[in-house]
């Protein structure tokens, strides 16, 4: 191997090579990620400047910025203008396959959570929830709306509604450092046992940017659904809105079988892939996921 070494200002010396047919901004880029991923250079760690950059892997200032550019675009690095660039913080995983809530989720990738309420009460269903729950319009629902955090982070923005004929007093419950889906189940005996659900990614609203300290033009995965018990009956309709730089979506399937729903067959059966993608009018992509107990 040919080349010389760049330097990050933590971690190893990032190697690049002339012989190699991939351009150099990639193969920069590719020692600094491998760096990442094996956590010589963990989370706030700071990079090289493009000039100290270039100057030590011996490629311009242009090449550098694109390695970089890469590696924002990769969700690897973070560029804070004025300060420098640094290791953006590991993505959390939300799994589209269970029913977890979001406390539940994150103390299961070993964060603490907590909450800003910002709405708590009784309100009159409005037509939407009502057929989401399959109760009258104007019928009171518990409404739940909270900023969820991680270690003071802002991540998730997200609002239950629930018939107050199941858990009348939910409205008085302190929620700000509890799960919603525990307390649903030590205090009313209600336990969830699936959900379907639908994500979408989008463009954040002002609303959303504000509460989840979020610049103009972020995107963000939109979640919505109804929760069920185990006789099917609906429990909970949920909206929220998922940081898309600080959560990836996970979802495991498989392909089914010729005559088990697969191509040439019919029905769905063992093997039937609970995930579905549909194309919208406005050419997003939304998928909807079946919860563990809807098959």
Known sequence: ???RAAASTTGQRVRRDRDNPLPLYHQVAAGIRDQIRAGTLGPGARLASESALSQQ???SRMTARQAIA???????????HGVGTFVAEPKLTYDALHLLGFSETLAAQGSTTTSDVLEQAVVPASPHVATALGVEAGSPVVTVRRIRRAHGEPLVLEASYLPHALCGGLEKADLTGRSLYATLESDFGLRLAG???HFAARAASAAERAHLDLAKGACIMALWGVSEDYAGEPVEYFEATYRADRFEFAASSRRP????????????????????????DSTADVAEQAGPEDG
Request: net charge positive; glycine share 22%; no cysteine.
């Open 195 to 197: 959900a379907r659900q």
């Open 257 to 280: 079988r010729a005559g088990r729903g697969g191509p040439g067959g019919s029905g769905t059966g063992d093997d039937a892939n609970p995930l579905r993608v549909v194309l919208t």
């Open 1 to 3: 191997m040919t080349g």
């Open 70 to 80: 890469l590696l924002v675009a990769d969700g690897l690095v973070v560029v804070r």
């Open 57 to 59: 892997a011996g490629v």
